[in-house]
């Protein structure tokens, strides 16, 4: 298959870029699968346009059928490998089918990392969250618990207690630097030594048992394990990650590699759908306008 843009990624960035990819008269294909993106399983209330609490399932699907409606293609599958080759680039899916084409965005998010406990999964957006920053307004005077050792869940349980009436940060090891780990316990983090071991709740998160029986009441779980992008396809396309997994970009969202653009979460935080709809625009534009020689 050809193309003039390939789009790796099916959130809101990955969206957004075919939208205007399209609308360049770029021939644009987004390779991905809806539910693989972190906004699938959120609801959001801090976006310029809706007017109450909206799913981010139903944005997706929307973005989806705009970009289809400008001509685009869509591909349902995870992409499995890239390259470069004289003159441009080639994708490979998980079919076997191989994309060429002359501009590539990454828009692939970043993976968060799971905790693989039962109850993980099913309370996924009622009430399990992997990004404080971004679900923090949903808990106001409620109880919550903060699960990660390292400097990220640290983070998360301090900016909590400005929102939380009660916030538990559970780990099993501490790892965490200890300046932070005080300005947690300063703050009213109450630190729980302990291996979550499962979530429990009816419609929504009630409590996190620990691994030896005690069991927590909390209305909200953040799971701050830490997350790793795409970094394996950057690096196949010739473009080296930042030491913290990101995408570095110029104001034009483009790489280091001439053609190779990035935006939403893979460039780093904050991790915010306003952020990646407009890295996704401007990506957009000057991948069509790479790929079609055209300023």
Known sequence: MKADVVIIGCGPAGLQAGIHSSRRNADTVIVGKLKNSALYGAHIENYFGPSEKTDGSVLLKNGLERALSFGCRHIDQNVIGAS????GF?????????????????????????????????????????????????????KVAVIGDESGAAASAELMTGYASVVYWVSEKMSADKNLIDKAEAAGVKIIAGKPAEIRGGNAVGSLLLAGGTEIAVDGIFI????????????????????DDSIGTDRKCETSVAGVFACGDITGGPWQLAKAVGEGAVAGINAAGRARGTP
């Open 84 to 87: 470069r080759f004289e003159g």
């Open 90 to 142: 080639r994708i490979a899916v998980e079919s076997g089918e191989e994309i060429d084409c002359m501009a590539v965005v990454i828009a692939t998010g970043i993976s968060r990392t799971k905790l693989g406990i039962p109850g993980e999964k099913e309370f996924l957006g009622k009430g399990v969250s992997y990004c404080a920053e971004c679900d923090c307004n949903f808990y106001k005077g409620l």
């Open 224 to 243: 701050e394990l830490g997350g790793r992008s795409s970094a394996d396809l950057a690096m196949d396309l010739g473009v080296m990650p930042e030491a």
